[in-house]
Nanobody, 121 residues
Framework: VQLQASGGGSVQAGGSLRLSCKAS????????MGWFRQAPGKEREFVGG????????YYADSVKGRFTVSRDYDKNTGYLQLNNLKPEDSAIYLC???????????????WGQGTLVTVSS
């Protein structure tokens, strides 16, 4: 499985971005796509996830109401919509593929390369 993330950039506080993650290769029909972020000097943090078949979503409390995870089943592409961004949201954002419904990065098997989001005040 390969994951290709894109869509990062630099925005001012209050702005929005949409990240994409295209999955390719031997993907299952019932996997979970997770989104994580990692700021310099900090541990990898769960942001949100989506069940590929059900489109059920779940989020970290820190982003609920501001971030939205979605997916295009036919394009095998997941999305992370980032709204009302704050400087503390600045990080490398990564998508991941796993077979479990989890917030634990250790339970995801494949990872994209990450895309940088920078939010200025």
């Amino acid at each position: 499985v390969q994951l290709q993330a894109s869509g990062g950039g630099s925005v001012q506080a209050g702005g929005s971005l949409r990240l994409s993650c295209k999955a390719s290769g031997r993907t299952s029909t019932s996997y979970t796509m997770g989104w994580f972020r990692q700021a310099p000097g900090k541990e990898r943090e769960f942001v949100g996830g989506i069940g590929w078949t059900t489109s059920r979503t779940y989020y970290a409390d820190s982003v609920k109401g501001r971030f939205t995870v979605s997916r295009d089943y036919d394009k095998n592409t997941g999305y992370l919509q980032l709204n009302n961004l704050k400087p503390e949201d600045s990080a490398i954002y990564l998508c991941a593929y796993g077979m479990r419904w989890s917030e634990d990065p250790a339970l995801f098997d494949y990872w994209g390369q990450g895309t940088l989001v920078t939010v200025s005040s």
